[in-house]
């Protein structure tokens, strides 16, 4: 049974043992006969006499070279054991001439008699499937060998052309199959257990060397594997990928030292490459693709593979092209007409949206003008030289409030408690803070150049962040013996004044928490399964409620916990499906080690302990066409569980509201949250700020018109789901979410600028 699954019987009927067992096929009912030699015998003809017009002289020309007493014996039979067809064929060699004659002179006669001697190896036969057909079919050698160790299903038949019937069957064998159904002399040897590392030398080597690999296969062991052992033997490879018909050429042959993918990758270093899921399939295939390389369709839909799609798109219409495509250049390839390694993109699209009018581009560009427009504040205030407009504020300030101070500073000392203030947490570490200290006072403002974004409404979280630094600065100042009096002179962009009231004294006491402000940080690390002693609980509620206004709730209650965290992670989603959120949001992080020495400021990606995964969806989701097409498609889970990721298992979320939600009150809640983590780190509890739901319920309050309908829609159901557990009404301040939790590991500090870059002695 093995043996017919592929294999024909070429039967000639002059050769006696070939001739009985087309008696008995020919009696046997169960055959099915195709007998069109009669039209094979008259296009063969036709061949050599291609400018003949008159059938009569034709048909003669047929019986002179074909005159034979039984038409029957003319040619071979072939019989298909897996179908009982018995098919009546010309003999190899006319079959051969008249099944290419059509390639002529596209294909010469001289180069289709050279092509016949390659030996073509495809591996994958989802996408390979094609590729392999219309190497047969265009006749581009004489030996496929094919490997494939999985079998047809019916989700495969959105690509690979075949009949409903063969699901269940193994690629491999269909589409030897189909090909002998096409060609019955071609040379096909199947490995139907795919590659492994038994069969590699018997699929490259085996009686004679393959001339070329085409590699499909979606194994990547397998794709390391087969490109090195073909490196080793000088065997060009080439692979089709089905996004913006891609094509690597890697021409081992002519460049033996050549880097496995072009070098654009380093797998072959990366170990246990075998059984992934699709979902750790994906930094891979970015690897291999380059993410700012493919389609914004491709990048949506790998970040919902495992989320609501299975596996990543592949479309009949670029297989197809890739078959024609990859034929093309194979046969370029064992012609030497190209000589070349290296990508090719046959991009269809960019082809199609050349010269298009901008309406009917891909939909990515559509998207791009949706009603969410951006209003960057960086130019508006980019053109003021730095602390001019801060000092000529608190100039104005100073006179308009008489202020004078009645201790002279030490320029020192105010430096050291600036560096404190300077450690404080900020949304998107963008440390909005300025200080500008003139007449021995000092002005705390709001850097507008850093401040203002789509989650900053009215400035509030950047006034929570000035909270939480004046707060260190006070300890800090403490610590050195001084106090200061704090004049709120509500005259934004300056938030607060620090007027010194008592002269520098050595002390030695030590403020409780000054220890803690260079030791807190956000944690992003996985909880813990240590629970929070309630003792705990009460010095973090005393510590935050001594600002007055203020108070925090905590919510310890697993199923709380598990409510707060689905609203956390739908809040995340709107967050990146909103554009301006989304372009601010990618705006904060800082890629790569350069960008964090250069900047000090932002999120190192560091931080965020992102699983290769995880960041590969972060990299994919950059360009705003990928997710405004992931809106479309209501995908984005991958994002919600990235965000329930990072909470599960916290044992407990707390919120801090303020009475009003006035930015005077969210700087009081900074600074009750600056006393609340610097004592957390003192308990050795990590901390995690969870805003996006607090910001965007407080534009909802706040600002309800600035938000588009959908987003709207969702924040009054996230409102709805939200209030039972953090009750509050619209006109508290809802300061901070966050999660609370030991853990084992001591985070990445984020970097922060320098003294120098944040206050100015005026
Ligand atoms: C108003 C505000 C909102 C924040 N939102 C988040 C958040 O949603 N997710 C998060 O991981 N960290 C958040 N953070 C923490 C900051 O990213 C962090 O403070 C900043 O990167 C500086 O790092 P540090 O806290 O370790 O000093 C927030 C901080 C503040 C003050």
Not at 400 to 406: H, Q
Request: proline residues 4%; contains cysteine; hydrophobic residues 35%.
């Amino acid at each position: 049974m093995e043996k017919y699954k592929f294999q024909v019987d070429i039967l000639d009927p002059n050769n006696p043992i070939d001739a009985d067992k087309l008696v008995h096929l020919k009696n046997n009912s169960n055959i099915q006969i195709f007998d069109e030699i009669e039209s094979q015998l008259l296009e063969y003809t036709k061949l050599f006499i291609p400018n003949e017009k008159s059938d009569k002289v034709i048909e003669n020309a047929k019986k002179q070279y074909f005159d034979t007493g039984n038409k029957n014996n003319i040619g071979v039979w072939v019989y298909y054991p897996w179908n009982n067809h018995l098919v009546h064929l010309l003999d190899e060699n006319k079959f051969i001439k008249l099944r290419t004659a059509r390639n002529m002179y596209k294909i010469s006669e001289e180069e289709q008699i050279e092509l016949k001697a390659k030996k073509i190896g495809v591996v994958g036969l989802s996408v390979g499937h094609a590729i392999a057909l219309t190497i047969a079919q265009e006749r581009i050698c004489g030996e496929i060998r094919l490997a494939d160790f999985d079998s047809i299903e019916l989700s495969n038949l959105n690509r690979i052309r075949t009949n409903v019937k063969n699901i269940g069957m193994n690629k491999a064998i269909l589409t030897a199959r189909e090909i002998l159904e096409i060609d019955p002399f071609l040379k096909l040897t199947i490995f139907d257990k795919g590659l492994n590392t038994q069969n590699y030398s018997e699929f490259l080597t085996e009686t004679a060397q393959l001339d070329l690999v085409i590699e499909e296969c979606d194994c990547f062991e397998t794709k390391i594997e087969i490109r090195k052992k073909c490196k080793n033997l000088n065997i060009p490879v080439i692979m089709h990928t089905t996004d913006r018909e891609l094509l690597d050429i890697e021409r081992f042959d002519l460049e033996p030292d050549r880097p496995l993918f072009h070098g654009l990758t380093n797998l072959e270093n990366k170990t246990n490459l075998k059984n992934l899921t699709n979902e750790e399939k994906i930094p891979l295939v970015l690897d291999i693709l380059g993410i700012n390389d493919a389609s914004d369709r491709l990048k949506s839909s790998m970040l919902e593979i495992e989320q609501s799609i299975n596996s990543w798109p592949q479309l009949a219409s670029s297989v197809s092209n890739g078959a024609g495509i990859a034929t093309h250049v194979a046969r370029r390839i064992l012609l030497s007409t190209h000589t070349q390694s290296g990508r090719y993109y046959f991009d269809l699209d960019e082809e199609l949206d050349k010269n298009q009018p901008t309406s009917t581009k891909t939909e990515s560009n559509n998207l791009n003008k949706s009603q969410e427009s951006i209003t960057t504040n960086k130019e508006l205030v980019k053109d003021i030289s730095a602390n001019e407009y801060e000092f000529s504020c608190a100039k104005k300030i100073i006179i308009d409030k008489n202020l004078s101070a009645t201790v002279p500073i030490i320029k020192s000392k105010i430096s050291e408690c600036i560096d404190c203030a300077n450690q404080a947490p900020s949304g998107g570490n963008i440390q909005p803070w300025k200080w500008i200290i003139h007449n021995d006072l000092v002005f705390l403002f709001i850097d507008k150049s850093r401040a203002g974004i789509f989650l900053d409404i009215n400035y509030l979280a950047s006034h929570l962040a000035l909270g939480a630094a004046a707060e260190n600065f006070k300890i800090a100042a403490e610590k050195n013996g001084m106090t200061f009096e704090t004049i709120y002179p509500d005259s934004f962009p300056c938030v607060a004044i620090f007027k010194q009231t008592k002269k520098l004294e050595l002390t030695t006491t030590m403020p409780d928490l000054f220890n803690e402000i260079f030791k807190r940080k956000t944690n992003r690390k996985k909880a813990s399964k240590q629970e929070i002693k309630t003792s705990t609980f009460s010095k973090l509620t005393t510590a935050c409620e001594s600002i007055e206004g203020t108070k925090v709730i905590f919510k310890t209650d697993p199923s709380d916990i598990a409510e707060l965290s689905d609203i956390f992670a739908e809040s995340e989603k709107c967050r990146f499906f909103h554009k301006q959120c989304h372009e601010e949001m990618y705006n904060e992080i800082r890629w790569n080690k350069k960008e964090v020495d250069d900047s000090r400021d932002g999120i190192d990606i560091d931080t965020l302990y992102l699983s290769n995964l995880d960041l590969a969806g972060l990299k994919l989701s950059k360009s705003w066409s990928v997710v405004e097409l992931l809106k479309k498609v209501k995908g984005g889970k991958g994002i919600e569980s990235f965000s329930l990721k990072q909470i599960e298992k916290s044992p407990a979320i707390g919120c801090i509201i303020t009475d009003k939600n006035d930015p005077l009150s969210f700087f009081h809640g900074g600074q009750a949250l600056e006393k609340l983590w610097l004592t957390a780190s003192k308990e050795g509890l990590s901390l995690q700020p969870m805003t996006s739901i607090c910001y965007l319920l407080t534009r909802l309050y706040l600002k309800p018109e600035t938000l588009p309908a959908w987003l709207k829609k969702d924040l009054l159901s996230l409102k709805n789901k939200f209030t039972p557990i953090i009750p509050h009404s619209s006109d508290n301040g809802l300061v901070l979410l966050f999660r609370l939790f030991y853990s084992d590991q001591e985070p990445i500090a984020s970097l922060k600028r320098p003294v120098e870059k944040v206050s100015q002695f005026l």
